[in-house]
T-cell receptor, first 114, second 112 residues
C-alpha cells in the first residue's frame, strides 16, 4: 500500500489550454474525492465517486471541469480552456465505504495558469 | 450547506506550551469532525477525529472536544514540539463518507 498518488505533481500551462490530472487511490478504496485548495485556504470539495459512479458535484465544478473514474480505480480530472483563476492545488483523496471513514489525501497537483 | 469557521488563523507558541484551535460549524446534521495537519508541499493528513456521540477524545498529546449544542469543537495540543509546526484544519462531514467541509486553517509555529 503506497498511499494515494497523483500525477503530475506540477503543471504549468497557458490560459486557454486543456489539462488533465490523474489520481490513483489506495487499492480497494471504493470512494474517491477531488478537492481544490488555493493559497491560504482549506481544501474545497469538488466531486466524489463511489466506484465508477459520480455521486456529487460541487457548484465549483463549472462546465469546463470534468472528472471520470471509468473502471472504479484511478480517476482523471480535466479542465478545459483553463483560466488564471484555476491556478490552485488539486487534491485527491480516497476512503473505504465502510469501517473507518478517514479520507487519505494524495500530495496534490499544483496547477499554474499563465 | 455546511460552513466551518476556524480561529486563530496563526498561532505562535513556545516549545512545551499548549496550543488550542477552535472551530464552529453550522449544519446540525454534521456528525463527523476530523482534524488534519498539512505540512508544506504535502496533502492533509488526519491526526484525530471525533464523532458527535462523543464529547472528548485523546491521543497522546492531542485531544479534541466537541460541544454539539453550541456547534463548537476544539483541538488541544500539549507539550508542543517544533515538529508540530504546520497548518491545521478542522473539518465537518455527515458520516465521513461524503464530502468534508474544511475550515480556513491555522498556521501553528512552535518556537524552540
Amino acid at each position: 500500500d503506497t498511499g494515494v498518488s497523483q500525477n503530475p505533481r506540477h503543471k504549468i500551462t497557458k490560459r486557454g489550454q486543456n489539462v488533465t490530472f490523474r489520481c490513483d487511490p489506495i487499492s480497494e478504496h471504493n470512494r474517491l474525492y477531488w478537492y481544490r485548495q488555493t493559497l491560504g485556504q482549506g481544501p474545497e470539495f469538488l466531486t466524489y465517486f463511489q466506484n465508477e459512479a459520480q455521486l456529487e458535484k460541487s457548484r465549483l465544478l463549472s462546465d469546463r471541469f470534468s472528472a471520470e473514474r471509468p473502471k472504479g480505480s484511478f480517476s482523471t480530472l480535466e479542465i478545459q480552456r483553463t483560466e488564471q483563476g484555476d491556478s490552485a492545488m488539486y487534491l485527491c483523496a480516497s476512503s473505504p465505504d465502510r469501517g473507518r471513514n478517514e479520507q487519505f489525501f494524495g500530495p496534490g497537483t499544483r496547477l499554474t495558469v499563465l | 450547506g455546511e460552513n466551518v469557521e476556524q480561529h486563530p488563523s496563526t498561532l505562535s507558541v513556545q516549545e512545551g506550551d499548549s496550543a488550542v484551535i477552535k472551530c464552529t460549524y453550522s449544519d446540525s446534521a454534521s456528525n463527523y469532525f476530523p482534524w488534519y495537519k498539512q505540512e508544506l508541499g504535502k496533502g492533509p493528513q488526519l491526526i484525530i477525529d471525533i464523532r458527535s456521540n462523543v464529547g472528548e477524545k485523546k491521543d497522546q498529546r492531542i485531544a479534541v472536544t466537541l460541544n454539539k449544542t453550541a456547534k463548537h469543537f476544539s483541538l488541544h495540543i500539549t507539550e508542543t514540539q517544533p515538529e508540530d509546526s504546520a497548518v491545521y484544519f478542522c473539518a465537518a462531514s455527515i458520516g465521513g463518507y461524503q464530502k468534508v467541509t474544511f475550515g480556513i486553517g491555522t498556521k501553528l509555529q512552535v518556537i524552540p
